[in-house]
T-cell receptor, first 114, second 111 residues
Framework: DSGVTQTPKHLITATGQRVTLRCSPR?????VYWYQQSLDQGLQFLIQ???????AKGNILERFSAQQFPDLHSELNLSSLELGDSALYFC?????????????FGPGTRLTVT | QQPVQSPQAVILREGEDAVINCSSS?????VHWYRQKHGEAPVFLMI?????EQKGHDKISASFNEKKQQSSLYLTASQLSYSGTYFC????????????FGEGTQLTVNP
């Protein structure tokens, strides 16, 4: 158990809908990262927040948005969902924001768009 | 720029050794290694930093050739529990804290 929690574990929704994925980092971690992993694919970096501020952005679609709240939990919002958005979405956290910090991954949210 | 991992897959018998490679065409600040078992979250193994510093598990060894922008993960005396997909993630010197992962190397250890 990494100490990172994600809810929900599974989500099934229809195309065109909007969903929110939630992540709570490990106690003491200030950075939160979001990744997308499609079927047997690698991890695609979406976005990073550090202490409430956006720190780095990957190939995140305009239909996707995220934020980190004052209590450091983070939410990833996915809207106008398409079949291709079906994937595992991981949240990770680290103590700091830079390249020297290991990331601890949550169990993931499996999103299925039908 | 996504790093390239090799081999894509490797099958071992318990007790055998393996080397997994990761290379980038960009100047790197650090290389991270993670292992993911099917359906589970990636688990941190090691960080190798420019300048030679390393952080990670005592039983894992790896190297980082800064001149070639290459890293290798050494798995010795493999155990059944080593099975999984190994990902390297790289921090480019110009990309800030963004970590870019390779496609992964699938390792299977058989009895």
């Amino acid at each position: 158990d990494s100490g990172v929690t994600q809810t929900p574990k599974h989500l099934i929704t229809a195309t065109g809908q909007r969903v929110t994925l939630r992540c709570s980092p490990r106690s003491g971690d200030l950075s939160v990262y979001w990744y997308q992993q499609s079927l047997d694919q690698g991890l695609q970096f979406l976005i990073q927040y550090y202490n409430g501020e956006e720190r780095a952005k990957g190939n995140i679609l305009e239909r996707f948005s995220a934020q980190q709240f004052p209590d450091l939990h983070s939410e990833l919002n996915l809207s106008s969902l398409e079949l291709g958005d079906s994937a595992l979405y991981f949240c990770a956290s680290s103590v700091g924001a830079g390249e020297t910090y290991e990331q601890y991954f949550g169990p993931g949210t499996r999103l299925t768009v039908t | 720029q996504q790093p390239v991992q090799s081999p894509q897959a490797v099958i071992l018998r318990e007790g055998e050794d393996a080397v997994i490679n990761c290379s980038s065409s960009k100047a790197l600040y650090s290389v991270h290694w993670y292992r993911q078992k099917h359906g589970e979250a990636p688990v941190f193994l090691m960080i190798l930093l420019k300048g030679g510093e390393q952080k990670g598990h005592d039983k894992i060894s790896a190297s980082f050739n800064e001149k070639k922008q290459q890293s290798s993960l050494y798995l010795t005396a493999s155990q059944l529990s080593y099975s999984g997909t190994y990902f390297c993630g790289t921090h480019e010197e110009t990309s800030g804290s963004r970590l870019t992962f390779g496609e992964g190397t699938q390792l299977t250890v058989n009895p």
